[in-house]
């Protein structure tokens, strides 16, 4: 069956636009992460969503970094007022009911110029 | 604090040799452990899990890992190594609870030579 979807593949701006990152996880997935993956690092939670509930932000950098996700299915991650420190691969996962293990989408390569 | 290192950040192996990859974590609550595999301009493919039980554990593409829960280790191994195993290796910890989010290491970067 179809993967986690995210889209664009590639996204480059220049810094202080704003820029909008989606995923679309699994079909049947309800919960789904995303995450931030910068050179030479690890990965770093940024927030979760589960079904209806209010998702967990604790991961996200600063106040410039949102995410919404409508219907319980699709999800975007908005970053504002880009930074050159914001770029990075924006990865997306998801999971059937938020147990680990994560299926992972293909990333976003944010690049701020 | 919760962490997971992995100290090599780059391997070179000859293909046909043995592969192994350290892991250590530091996890407050019953570890699940991880290991992701992740190619250029991919996505993390989940090689292999531990959840409990038997301490070996298989994964795809022949690969196995062995906890250790007196050493804090999931060491990921491969008897013999293919070209197309070069990639970065990621382990990660996380919990049965939902919404825990997985801790990653820092990854290690594997090179096959021929």
């Known amino acids: 069956g179809a993967g986690v979807s995210q889209s664009p593949s590639n996204k480059v701006t220049e810094k202080g636009k704003d820029v909008e990152l989606r995923c679309d996880p699994i079909s049947g997935h309800t919960a789904l992460y995303w995450y931030r993956q910068s050179l030479g690092q690890g990965l770093e939670f940024l927030i979760y969503f589960q079904g209806n509930s209010a998702p967990d932000k604790s991961g996200l950098p600063s106040d410039r970094f949102s995410a919404e996700r409508t219907g319980g299915s699709v999800s975007t991650l908005t970053i504002q007022r880009t930074q050159q420190e914001d770029s990075a691969v924006y990865l997306c996962a998801s999971s059937p009911t938020g147990v680990p293990p994560l299926h992972f989408g293909n990333g976003t390569r944010l690049t701020v110029t | 604090a919760q962490s997971v290192t992995q100290p090599d950040i780059h391997i070179t192996v000859s293909e046909g040799a043995s592969l192994e990859l350290r892991c250590n974590y530091s996890y407050g609550a019953t570890p699940y452990l991880f290991w992701y595999v992740q190619s250029p301009g991919q996505g993390l493919q989940l090689l292999l899990k531990y959840f409990s039980g038997d301490t070996l554990v298989q994964g795809i593409k022949g690969f196995e890992a062995e906890f250790k829960r007196s050493q804090s280790s999931f060491n990921l191994r491969k008897p013999s190594v293919h070209w197309s195993d070069a990639a970065e290796y990621f382990c990660?910890?996380?919990?049965?609870?939902?919404?825990?989010?997985?801790?990653f290491g820092k990854g290690t970067t594997l090179s096959v030579s021929s």
């Open positions: 990660a910890v996380g919990s049965n609870q939902a919404g825990t989010a997985l801790i």
